[in-house]
């Protein structure tokens, strides 16, 4: 068992940065491959990235492919998700979770369904 708290999320500019947070209690963080997603307004739950255990493999999503980077620092239980280069079309709530399974492949890691734990979300606003 882990609660999530996202913090970090506001309103930015098109072509800002921001850097969210995810917060983890417990002791067993390290344990958890963490991913974060997304959600607009009317439609689904969206993959965006992915981080290993440790740190060591990280997968993205397309659309923020060379804009996002996912970084945890298992010591602070904490996950990190940098976004630059923003767009309007970011707008969303951000959610991160935790995957205790750890699976390996991306057909299974980019889909919510296979991750176990979820926090509140934070939104991100991004204004033209």
């Known amino acids: 068992q882990v609660q999530l708290v996202e913090s970090g999320g506001g309103l930015v500019q098109a072509g800002g940065s921001l850097r969210l947070s995810c917060a983890a209690s417990g002791r067993t963080f390290s344990n958890y491959a963490m991913g974060w997603f997304r959600q607009a307004p009317g439609k689904e739950r969206d993959f965006l990235a992915r981080?290993?255990?440790?740190?060591?493999?990280?997968y993205y999503a397309d659309s923020v492919k060379g804009r996002f980077t996912i970084s945890r620092d298992n010591a602070k239980n904490t996950l990190y998700l940098q976004m630059g280069s923003l767009k309007p079309e970011d707008t969303a709530v951000y959610y991160c979770?935790?995957?205790?399974?750890?699976?390996?492949?991306?057909?299974?890691?980019?889909?919510?369904?296979?991750?176990?734990?979820w926090g509140q979300g934070t939104q991100v606003t991004v204004s033209s």
């Open positions: 981080i290993s255990r440790s740190g060591g493999i990280t």
């Open positions: 979770a935790a995957d205790p399974a750890g699976h390996s492949l991306s057909y299974y890691y980019t889909r919510p369904n296979n991750y176990d734990y």
